[in-house]
């Protein structure tokens, strides 16, 4: 049963989940302070991704308290190239400072190799970043303005069945930005009128294996903005899922999702090949035309993340009430992450 949050603080004095659900809002109030869980699970994570056409960008910052991480990617639509570069700080355990709200507050991390700047001010996102050597004497910049779209988001509070862990998380899509980013010889500006972006800000404390699927669209189309969130796969969602469609200005809750990926001979996952979106209600039926699989896996000892982001594009349908939005070959993404952190 897909079930409403209410407003009020997150999590109770034991410092488990008041309640799990969905919302449009970030309705709960979180606070670090307020967990009782190991503080060596506690995850914050900020990432944005944009993008046109021919090129886009994804950065992130986060702190995972034994380590932290800035990370620039860079995916050129127009060659089905991309590249990733990623530091890691250890032992940061809240340093970063992140907000406890994504509706204000700054989030900034930086190194001899890189200065990375999340602001959040006046109601706009102004993400101002660099990083040496991304590829071998190939820097990156970016400056780039973002600004909400639509009022609602994706907001789901999950629990796990282990006490004291959580995932608090919202998903903005429909992000429309502009600006420029430099990488080697490349200097491209996104334009206001074509370049869209999604925020994923995470907030919990996790167990130490699990997996999940991510999906994520935000696109064009005959004069509409049209998105999605998609997911599952870790924690309680018994109370709801995280899957909502949107449409302009509108949000719309979908209930469940199946991502399926096709197997090769040997039975593993063929990420390159094309995929189906499916529900069993069939509000959702999309197939999913991949072009670039971003893959990293980063192994350090009882710490390993295995991500395979792959980005292409959508087609088929999703129904809302009496209402089917046909989406006609729209660039995202959808990827599944194995984690042992």
Known sequence: ???????????????????????????????????????????????????????????????????????????????????????????????????????????????????????????KRHLLCSMKNVVKGKNFTCDIILENSLDDSMVIATPFKKKRHFYYNQKINLLIGSGIFSFGGIKHEFKLENTLGVLDWGRGVWTYSNTWYWSSLNAKQDGHNIGFNLGYGFGDTSAASENMFFFDDKAYKLEDVTFNIPKDNKGKDDFMKEWTFTSKSGDINLIFRPTIDRYSNTNALIIQSNQHQVFGYFSGTIKVGDETYKLNSLLGFAEKVKNRW
């Open 1 to 123: 049963m897909q079930k409403m949050l209410e407003k009020g603080p997150l999590l109770d004095e034991k410092g488990n989940l008041t309640e799990g659900g969905y919302a449009f809002k970030l309705v709960k109030d979180y606070s670090r302070n307020s967990i009782k869980g190991l503080k060596t699970r506690i995850k914050e994570w900020d990432y944005y991704y944009i993008h046109d056409d021919e090129y886009g960008i994804a950065l992130t910052i986060d702190d995972n308290s034994y380590m932290g991480m800035a990370s620039i990617s860079v995916l050129d639509f127009k060659n089905n190239k991309d590249v990733t570069k990623s530091y890691i700080t250890w032992l940061t355990f809240g340093k970063v400072a992140f907000p406890s709200s994504s509706e204000t507050g700054n989030v900034s991390i930086k190194s001899k190799n890189y200065d990375m700047l999340f602001e959040n001010k006046n109601g």
